[in-house]
């Protein structure tokens, strides 16, 4: 395991699969053990408004039994500062969310919002969150992150992704370039830099590559994988891509 480039694992659709049948199972908390025992540096879990897959009791949960750090991914509002406040987990990831969307479609609007962001991160920071914003990589986003008093920025790797998968390889190019030239900008502003969304073994090495990325978290891919492998091998073999990736 490199010590230089973390893995968080997102277990959120583990719960989208209990859900589906209202059931006690899958058990999220249990995915999160696993990954945990694999070797994964943390946990990642999306509290939607909708509640649409992890639950107010799997954060309970999460922060009762993991003994890696949890990474609560929330919306910006009041209710969701709240339940932070009351767990006060290892980080804090705030994002983008609608209702209609099926996931995260995009970064966070941060330029545009400073002083409401700048208000409501105050409180998280002081408690001993560090505070993450999940952004696309552009210079004013990132700008404005500093200002508003994050510690972090994950950068949205969902395009870059997208346009892989779609077979339009300039465009991948492209966006992986702007992802890096994003991820330098940042790094020299302060910001520590991690990175996400929509990860796949195929897509994940030359975003593991860009040094100034400190963190990758990765869920839906590990999930879906593991359905045929089981998500021990899922993890050990992403790791190795990174380790790989890293070298």
């Keep these: 395991m490199t010590n230089d480039l973390r893995l968080g694992v997102n277990i959120d659709h583990v719960a ?4 589906a049948r209202g059931s006690a199972y899958p058990d999220p908390v249990r995915a999160a053990k696993l990954a945990e ?8 879990a999306h509290l939607r408004e909708d509640r649409r897959h992890i639950r107010d ?14 990474n609560f991914e929330m919306a910006a509002t009041a209710e969701m500062q709240a339940i932070a406040l009351r767990h006060i987990p290892h980080a804090v990831c705030l994002v983008p969310e609608k209702r209609e969307e099926r996931t995260t479609e995009g ?3 941060v330029a545009k919002d400073q002083n409401r962001l700048a208000e409501y991160i105050g409180p998280l920071a002081e408690a001993g969150c560090r505070v993450s914003l999940f952004v696309a990589a552009e210079e004013a986003q990132l700008e404005a992150s500093k200002r508003v008093g994050a510690a ?8 870059y992704c997208d346009f892989h998968h779609e077979g339009r390889f300039e465009e991948r190019d492209a966006e992986l370039a702007r992802l890096q030239k994003g991820a330098a900008f940042a790094a020299s502003l ?4 991690h990175a996400g969304h929509g990860l796949t073994f195929e897509t994940v090495k030359p975003i593991a590559a ?4 400190k963190e990758l978290n990765i869920g ?22 990174m380790d790989e990736a890293r070298v």
């Design 16 to 19: 989208t699969v209990r859900n």
């Design 37 to 44: 025992e694999a070797g994964a540096d943390g946990i990642t």
């Design 57 to 70: 009791t799997d954060i309970d949960a999460l922060m009762d039994q993991l003994t890696v750090p949890l």
């Design 107 to 109: 970064g966070l609007e």
């Design 152 to 159: 972090v920025v994950e950068l949205h790797t969902g395009a």
């Design 190 to 193: 302060g910001l520590e830099v």
């Design 210 to 213: 860009i040094q100034a990325v």
């Design 220 to 241: 839906h891919f590990l999930i879906a994988e593991s359905i045929f492998t089981g998500l021990t091998s899922v993890i050990h073999d992403m790791r190795r891509l």
